[in-house]
């Protein structure tokens, strides 16, 4: 009974570096998304999915890339990684339609870029 | 625009009642409730449709005003499993797609 599944789940990077962010859930959910966690902020979305194929921008896009070429996965990518994206990540998806449908979530990467 | 939440913390003794609200700038579809305990994920509580409607989930309900673009979420005879953030998620419409904000929390504490 899996769900949600982010990998990896805590990571130090250096600035510059790049790296990305599995997320794999197994519930056959269109809606996929990533958000992060920084404290005082709440949940803020860096980009969503609604289907396979498909990526949108979310309310904080700059600095990450995402990617979704199966339905179940959506990556998440810091290309030049900097100390501002020392975050929290979590990985949500939700079935059809996100109105009515709840998210599920993943228990997230923790990132530290020094 | 995330929407608001009040307040932004808040400690109970156990058995105590709270409210926690919620509002947007946004005409709304609807309304998602999550409970966070530290360390963890957000976990689902209820989503409120259009309709005014409330919705129950044990002690815990909440209920939608549209026209008000508000939420509240009401917390009666508190337990201390109710400790964590609560976030509210406001769904509106955004570039065709239905999309769900959250709020920044409300950090719950309950004590015995």
């Known amino acids: 009974n899996a769900g949600v599944t982010q990998t990896p789940k805590f990571r130090v990077l250096k600035t510059g570096q790049s790296m990305t962010l599995l997320c794999a859930q197994d519930?056959?959910?269109?809606?996929m998304y990533w958000y992060r966690q920084d404290p005082g902020m709440g949940l803020r979305l860096i980009h969503y999915s609604v289907g396979e194929g498909t990526t949108a921008k979310g309310e904080v896009p700059d600095g990450y890339n995402v990617s979704r070429l199966k339905k179940q996965n959506f990556l998440l990518g810091l290309e030049s990684a900097a100390p501002s994206q020392t975050s929290v990540y979590f990985c949500?998806?939700?079935?059809?339609?996100?109105?009515?449908?709840?998210?599920?979530f993943g228990d997230g990467t923790r990132l530290s870029i020094l | 625009q995330q929407p608001v939440q009040s307040p932004q913390a808040v400690i109970l003794r156990e058995g105590e009642d709270a409210v926690i609200n919620c509002s947007s700038s946004?005409?709304?579809?609807?309304v998602h409730w999550y409970r966070q305990k530290h360390g963890e994920a957000p976990v689902f509580l209820m989503i409120l449709l259009k309709g005014g409607e409330q919705k129950g989930h044990d002690k815990i309900s909440a209920s939608f005003n549209e026209k008000k673009q508000q939420s509240s979420l009401y917390l009666t005879a508190s337990q201390l499993s109710y400790s964590g953030t609560y976030f509210c998620?406001?769904?509106?419409?955004?570039?065709?797609?239905?999309?769900?904000?959250f709020g920044t929390g409300t950090k719950l504490q309950v004590i015995p």
């Open positions: 519930m056959n959910h269109e809606y």
């Open positions: 949500a998806s939700s079935g059809t339609g996100a109105g009515n449908q709840p998210q599920h």
């Open positions: 946004k005409a709304l579809y609807s």
């Open positions: 998620g406001t769904e509106s419409l955004s570039g065709g797609y239905q999309k769900v904000t």
